[in-house]
């Protein structure tokens, strides 16, 4: 009877997923924006869903309650912008982290690795934004909150239905937030592969014809793309993704330049939302390695 509620709560969590991630993949392709409202959500109900499922499971433990707590704290640091209080906010998410995992790795928890990879996930994922590999914040926050609800790949009834879950350490390492990541990635290389095909069919070459193309400055600005190229001392000179492209194009037509190399804004989170099908319904191809 236990186990069958925990996989409703799993199938519970698995549908507010889809239904988050589908409403944000329609709201990233229309405005290149996702409002944080479905993180709140998903974050929020994966957690709760998580850590409900741990005490059927596992029975209650205040270390399941701390973690989530620590966990609905991470969830509020990437949705909030305040910066008060923020060292002890920190100390706080780190002692409610840090405590129990350590109580948990000492009892040989069967779920001290599904908590643990929680605040790793979270500090991969916000490292990432950081430097630049992730470029979108909305992709960075829709990560984190795959981390915080499937900490533990979901199986709920027939679930997944073509690949089981595979054994460690393949499970360990290829998370479901980082599975997410890694096949989401190699679906945007194909829009590279699609670019370069096309700018040689076009015959149009240079160091850019692998990520973009050629455009009109005055169609860049009203396109979902960024340009590559900026005026820099009075050259035309390659730039990276600005944070402000309208002055980039600005300074392009007050230099006469009316042809750029520009990049598509590429929504990030419909290829996630596209990976976190395959996972979910067909399993994870790498726990076939």
């Not at 509620?5 to 924006?33: G, Y």
């Not at 009075?234 to 402000?244: A, F, H």
């Not at 990030?268 to 067909?282: E, G, Q, S, Y």
Request: glycine share 6%; charged share 15%; with cysteine.
């Amino acid at each position: 009877m236990d186990a069958t509620i925990a996989e409703l709560i799993v199938l519970a969590v698995i549908a507010v997923t889809l239904v988050i991630l589908v409403s944000a993949s329609i709201s990233d392709w229309k405005d290149r924006e996702v409002s944080d409202t479905h993180w709140a959500v998903l974050g929020a109900v994966g957690a709760v869903g998580f850590t409900a499922c741990c005490i059927i499971w596992n029975g209650l433990k205040w270390e399941y309650i701390c973690l989530l707590f620590g966990t609905l704290m991470i969830l509020a640091d990437i949705l909030m912008d305040s910066d008060r209080y923020l060292v002890l906010f920190y100390i706080l998410m780190a002692v409610l982290f840090i405590v129990p995992l350590y109580e948990l790795h000492g009892a040989s928890d069967p779920y001290f690795a599904a908590w643990l990879s929680i605040p790793i996930s979270y500090i991969i994922f916000a490292g990432m934004y950081m430097f630049g590999v992730i470029q979108g914040g909305a992709d960075t926050k829709c990560l984190i909150c795959l981390a915080i609800s499937f900490p533990v790949y979901p199986q709920a009834f027939s679930l997944p239905f073509l690949i089981g879950v595979g054994n460690e350490p393949v499970v360990d390492i290829f998370t479901f937030a980082i599975s997410a990541l890694f096949f989401g990635v190699i679906i945007v290389m194909f829009v590279t592969v699609y670019y370069l095909i096309t700018n040689i069919k076009r015959g149009t070459k240079g160091k850019n014809m692998a990520i973009g193309r050629r455009m009109s400055v005055s169609e860049a600005r009203t396109s979902h793309v960024w340009p590559m190229e900026d005026i820099v001392d009075g050259k035309l000179e390659r730039c990276d993704i600005p944070e402000e492209p309208e002055e980039v194009y600005d300074r392009l037509d007050q230099a006469g330049v009316t042809e750029i190399w520009v990049t598509p804004m590429i929504p990030f989170i419909i290829p996630i939302t596209v990976v976190v099908m395959i996972l979910i319904f067909i399993g994870n191809p790498l726990y076939l390695i």
